[in-house]
């Protein structure tokens, strides 16, 4: 991808070259959000921790492998966010930054509308993926991971286990699936290229790793260690197109 080529020649005479700008758009994993609790409300609340989300560690991974680039980070997830909801967003969050390249990832929240949300969330990317390269962007739509395929016993709290349950039945029925399979072929559609991060986690549960566990809040978060998965799949995608 032509990001490499850009974060090269920075590094090579950084007086010379803007400085490379990466934008993250996407929803609360983006964000960086962890664990989930119960505030003094009664409503489900949750930890962030942005330094410990897959775009620092990427930024942390780049800024070593090239090493004189100052690189520009920009954290456009918002946590409950859709990617339809989105689309009215991205010029205030994105496209003000002039970003070299985007990675955009929804699906968690939006599979919440089932079988009647898939054609918005499919039109919803389509613009968005569109918008950015129009802008001279470039764009990788990452699939996110699974959700919790079982309530944990760690959740205490009902309200925890019903988001939990929520999660579990887009998950165990194939709507999550259903959406990212969309979301993938019209990222073919736009010529953007798919960082298919899904697809390793589903991997994974098919060869007996409890991917519930591997969620912090064992909902739909995945743990500090998760995120760096997503990290180097994007390295990955990078080199590779």
């Not at 990466?22 to 409300?41: M, P």
């Not at 409890?210 to 998965?229: C, F, Q």
Request: aromatic letters at 10%.
């Amino acid at each position: 991808m032509e990001i490499l080529n850009i974060l090269s020649r920075s590094c090579s005479n950084p007086d010379k070259y803007r400085i490379p700008t990466i934008a993250f758009l996407g929803d609360s994993v983006t964000q960086g959000c962890f664990e989930c609790f119960i505030n003094e409300k009664g409503q489900i609340a949750t930890e962030f921790d942005s330094q410990n989300a897959y775009h620092h560690y990427l930024e942390d991974i780049l800024g070593y492998l090239f090493k004189e680039t100052p690189i520009s980070i920009i954290n456009a997830g918002i946590s409950g966010t859709t990617a339809r909801r989105s689309v009215e967003r991205l010029d205030r969050d994105v496209l003000y930054h002039h970003p070299d390249l985007t990675i955009v990832c929804f699906g968690l929240n939006d599979c919440k509308q089932r079988e009647q949300g898939l054609n918005p969330y499919a039109e919803s990317l389509r613009k968005i993926f569109t918008q950015l390269k129009e802008s001279g962007s470039e764009v990788i739509f990452m699939t996110p991971n699974m959700m919790a395929t079982r309530v944990s016993y760690k959740l205490k709290d009902q309200g925890l286990i019903n988001a939990a349950k929520q999660c579990i039945d887009a998950q165990n029925n194939g709507v999550l699936d259903m959406y990212l399979e969309r979301g993938k072929q019209v990222a073919r559609e736009c010529n953007v290229p798919v960082c298919d991060v899904y697809d390793k986690w589903k991997k994974m549960y098919a060869h007996g790793c409890s991917v519930t566990n591997y969620l912090v809040n064992s909902i739909n978060h995945p743990s500090k260690e998760m995120h760096w998965l997503f990290a180097y799949s994007l390295l990955d995608t990078m080199i590779n197109n």
